[in-house]
């Protein structure tokens, strides 16, 4: 049985009962001889500990593994219900535990929870008796008290929560530093800020100090806040879920950050967030022979790939451009191949079909609008085809 802190003096516990004499005999902890005892402090607890024991020993010797113990339920002894979360319920037995102590006290008395050095497993015990109290989920004013017992939390308990105080947050993000807590802090940001909650930037800063899988939690605006060394430690995986909206905040923090590197150094870092990459870094880009993969190809943002040429294209995909065909009805290639003439997109050599025919021309003054309404085809007559925007195609109605 492992002690939550370190193991408590013997002369603190006051007079011996049954119940603690079998706790420290679980502790491994030696009875001391007369001699021995008279050079400590358990001097003062010799002599208890070495009368006869033999009212003691039957009871000690049939103990069972706890795999083997009976399964049914028993009873809280009299005199033996808690009434108060103190240092005598240490030395209950797990079953007294779990018969003699309710979760509402332990919910009430949390902060008392915290100060007394209970053991691995009555704390584990604490925890099922304050989940059948809240099976829906700890109560907000619980939330407050946690502290180090947010460290018995999972995920899944988070995700039952309703978080509304950027103080709880603070706190219990004190608490988890160091002990492994990544997945239960991106639980807890992700229940606040989808709460309405806002993260001021001392918040933010403490974030910085735990792996980044929150990232994609925060709003644009927040991530404007965000320190550059957060770039060093993200993942590529935990871009993932992120907008095109904070990819454009997180994309010049990166550029920024790698700035220095060059080369295949640089693509590495940088490509998880080309997805907020504006046109003229893809064309930058094109000209370092980087052979993109089709699926960044695919995260890139529409407006940034629209305004590319076929060469610009071919240069930026490189060896990986047999790849696009596959991708040929999704966006933003689908869409990009609809501002290309055929017979440029034939010079491919990859079977690319929906470009503009031969004897269309392509007129798009606005590719934001282009983007919104679409590109319309307008015969003026035999052999002529204009490609229009609505703006357009209403100006010419209109004259």
């Not at 358990?42 to 024991?53: E, F, H, I, K, Y």
């Not at 470009?355 to 007129?363: A, F, K, M, S």
């Amino acid at each position: 049985m492992a002690l939550q802190t370190a193991q408590p003096r013997l002369g603190s516990c006051g007079s011996p009962t049954h119940g603690s004499l079998l706790l420290l005999l679980s502790f491994g902890w030696v009875l001391p001889s007369r001699a021995q005892a008279a050079d400590t402090e358990l001097g003062v607890m010799t002599p208890w500990l070495q009368r006869d024991l033999s009212w003691q020993r039957p009871e000690v010797t049939v103990i069972l593994p706890r795999a083997q113990r009976g399964t049914e339920k028993k009873t809280c002894p009299p005199g033996r219900k808690a009434q108060v979360v103190d240092e005598n319920l240490v030395f209950y037995e797990e079953w007294e535990l779990e018969a003699c102590v309710d979760g509402a006290l332990l919910a009430a008395q949390m902060d008392q929870v915290n100060l007394v050095p209970f053991t691995y497993q009555q704390l584990h015990i604490f925890k099922r008796k304050l989940d059948e109290v809240y099976p829906q989920g700890y109560p907000e004013s619980l939330i407050q008290h946690l502290r180090y017992f947010f460290l018995w939390v999972n995920p899944e308990d988070i995700h039952k929560w309703n978080v509304t105080s950027l103080e709880t947050v603070k706190s219990l993000l004190k608490v988890s530093k160091g002990h492994g807590m990544d997945a239960q802090v991106a639980a807890l940001i992700a229940r606040y800020v989808g709460g309405g909650g806002q993260l001021d930037k001392a918040t933010l800063d403490t974030l910085a100090t735990f792996p980044a899988t929150h990232l994609c939690l925060l709003s644009p605006e927040q991530l404007g806040f965000m320190q550059l060394n957060v770039v060093w430690a993200t993942r590529p995986q935990d871009l993932d879920t992120c907008s095109p909206r904070q990819m454009a905040v997180l994309y010049p923090k990166a550029r920024i950050t790698f700035q220095n590197m060059s080369g295949s150094e640089y693509f590495t870092r940088i490509k998880p967030y080309l997805g907020g990459a504006p046109m003229e870094d893809l064309r930058a880009l094109s000209q370092q022979n980087i052979n993109m993969d089709v699926a960044t190809f695919k995260k890139l943002r529409r407006e940034a790939v629209l305004p590319l040429t076929i060469a610009e294209v071919q240069k930026l995909l490189g060896a990986n451009r047999v790849g696009l065909k596959a991708e040929e009805g999704n966006s933003p290639l689908r869409d990009w191949i609809s501002r290309q003439s055929q017979e440029d997109l034939d010079s491919l050599g990859l079977g690319l079909h929906g470009g503009t025919p031969n004897g269309y021309l392509v007129l798009d003054f606005n590719v934001r609008e282009a983007s919104s309404g679409g590109p319309h085809l307008l015969r003026l007559g035999p052999g002529l085809v204009l490609t229009v925007t609505p703006s357009l195609l209403l100006a010419l109605i209109l004259n």
